[in-house]
């Protein structure tokens, strides 16, 4: 019964030695959203690793929270514990509402953000000039009263 015990208790503290020592997963954050033109946005994600593996990123985005659209994959330089990658999105619509998140995956997991949203700005329109000059309206003639 003595050796029952003594084996199940050392099973147990081994199988929390290796939970402990079980590699994280990476964390993320948001370090800017700036629109290099009116329809594209350029992304900085700060990326932190526990353990200075090589990670693999991409954004996720689209004007649904379903996102539909992904940049190619991006890898991360081994041996860094911060970095900070970017990712630009080209083609955007004017004006319009955009859902995007960060996906990262490591060998010891995967990890993203949460639903993020950004609206893009407006299309700008200039007034058109015809030849340089205001166009001028014809004078209609008055009429005599009867």
């Known amino acids: 019964m003595r050796r029952v015990f003594l084996t199940v208790c050392m099973t147990m503290l081994l199988s929390l030695t290796l ?37 693999t990123a991409h954004v996720d985005y689209g004007t649904t929270a379903a996102y539909g659209t992904s940049t190619p994959d991006a890898s991360t330089p081994t041996a860094v514990s911060v ?3 970017g990712f630009d999105l080209g083609n955007l619509t ?5 859902h995007y998140r960060l996906v990262v995956s490591s060998p010891s997991g995967t990890a993203q ?28 003639k008055k009429h005599k009263k009867h």
Do not use: C, W
Not at 29 to 34: E, L, M, P, W
Not at 94 to 98: K, L, S
């Open 94 to 98: 004017p004006g319009t509402m955009y």
């Open 113 to 140: 953000t949460g639903d993020l949203i950004i609206t893009t700005p407006g299309a700008q329109t200039k007034p058109t000039l015809t030849n340089g000059k205001h166009k001028k309206h014809k004078k209609h």
């Open 83 to 85: 970095q900070s990658l």
């Open 19 to 55: 939970a402990t020592v079980a590699s994280a997963a990476p964390t993320l954050a948001q370090v800017s959203a700036v629109f290099t033109a009116p329809t594209t946005l350029n992304l900085f994600f700060r990326i932190d690793t526990p353990d200075n593996e090589q990670e």
